[in-house]
């Protein structure tokens, strides 16, 4: 069935079964494949986008119910918030393979989006629904801080 989502502020028109993942879509209809697939069952976060400004894993997200909500790839993300972490991060050296990280991102520019000062406690719950396979989480609470000081300037 033919479906129009709005993806990175562009209308795309795709030809997909109601149930189809929103990732295979991105990835496979689209080529938007900055979001990643890592499980398939919602538990790693590397597919995460946001849709209407809130993280969500499009793995877990049907077409059908993505269609009429705003959805945002790592590739679309921008603005202030968005600048803040993506600088953080290339600054403090946070990615080792890398696999994880759009989806890390995603993450943390939805934490400082709704809370831009967040404790310890605040990160290491929005990134615990993200695997992270070379284990930088160190040095992502570092950069989702570094982020919140860069958003203060």
Not at 103 to 119: D, E, H, R, W, Y
Request: hydrophobic share 40%.
């Amino acid at each position: 069935m033919a479906r129009t989502l709005r993806i990175n502020g562009q209308e795309h028109v795709v030809d997909a079964p109601d149930e189809m993942p929103l990732l295979w879509v991105l990835r496979d209809k689209l080529a938007i494949t900055g979001t990643k697939f890592g499980c398939g069952v919602g538990i790693c976060g590397a597919c995460m986008v946001h849709v209407d400004g809130v993280p969500t894993l499009s793995c877990q997200l049907s077409v059908a119910d993505a269609e009429g909500g705003q959805i945002t790839s790592i590739e679309g993300i921008e603005g202030k918030v968005a600048e803040a972490v993506q600088g953080a991060w290339r600054d403090l050296d946070v990615v080792q393979c890398g696999y994880c990280q759009p989806g890390l991102i995603m993450t943390a520019v939805g934490l400082l989006s709704t809370n831009q000062k967040p404790t310890d406690a605040d990160i290491d719950d929005a990134i615990s629904g993200n695997i992270c396979r070379c284990a930088t989480y160190v040095r992502v609470k570092a950069a989702i801080h570094e982020a919140a000081k860069r958003m203060e300037a």
